[in-house]
């Protein structure tokens, strides 16, 4: 069955550390997605990216950057030079179509960041 | 922008209670799921739907039903509301397969 673990429950920084947060997945579907979500202490989810199966290659997005490896089954996220707005809980997710045969997202238990100042 | 609005934010009921939770979406996905989050226990998916009058399964389905009688409008029933309900329930909406959900607010319902 698919399966997501985020193995840190808490990470406390403070403000511009740099900090990456881990994500292992499992699947016995070739063609899969994953994702990340933030979810501020307001509580609405916000995407953050995506990324398929087939395209390992690593992706930066302004102090985000995101490290896919299918070897470890991994996808990281690395935020550098953490800010205060930062904290919030991470979630990652995998989709797939193991349910039923319609892609669905199965996530991890999530990761709290919290960057004091 | 995507939209996806739940009726309430914060919602008290008693146990035995039948409840309501609306969620619509105004970007004419296919797909609409709703979520119960609790802590130490991540997201987890009650039911699905991928079009109008179709539904599926979750994996925590019991206790729950949903209705989707038009494409924008996805509803969560609770026949007969427990206090092992209460908890944090998210509505989300997709295009379609393998995109990016869009969550609502969330409803907290407590459940006394």
């Known amino acids: 069955a698919q399966k997501v673990t985020q193995a840190q429950t808490e990470i406390s920084v403070v403000e511009k550390e740099d900090v990456t947060l881990d994500c292992v997945y499992e699947?016995?579907?070739?063609?899969?997605?994953l994702f990340w979500y933030k979810q501020p202490p307001s509580g609405e989810l916000v995407f953050l990216i995506r990324r398929n199966s087939f395209d390992e290659q690593n992706e930066i997005s302004g102090r985000y950057s995101w490290n896919f490896q299918k070897s470890t089954s991994s996808f990281n996220f690395t935020i550098t030079a953490s800010q205060v707005v930062d904290s919030a809980v991470y979630f990652c997710a995998l989709s797939d179509s193991m349910n039923s045969g319609y892609s669905t997202l199965t996530f991890g238990k999530g990761t709290m960041l919290l960057v004091s100042p | 922008d995507v939209k996806v609005t739940q009726s309430s934010r914060y919602l008290v009921k008693r146990t035995g209670e039948k409840v309501f939770l609306e969620c619509v979406q105004d970007?004419?996905?296919?797909?609409m799921f709703w979520y119960r989050q609790d802590p130490g226990l991540g997201l987890r998916l009650i039911y699905f739907s991928y079009d109008v009058k179709m539904k599926e399964k979750g994996d925590i389905p019991e206790g729950y039903s949903v209705s989707r009688e038009k494409k924008e409008r996805f509803s969560l029933i609770l026949e007969s509301a427990s206090t092992n309900q209460t908890s944090m329930y998210l509505c989300?909406?997709?295009?379609?397969?393998?995109?990016?959900?869009?969550f609502g607010p969330g409803t907290r319902l407590t459940v006394t």
């Open positions: 970007m004419d996905h296919e797909n």
């Open positions: 699947t016995r579907d070739t063609t899969y997605y």
């Open positions: 989300a909406s997709t295009p379609g397969q393998y995109y990016e959900q869009y």
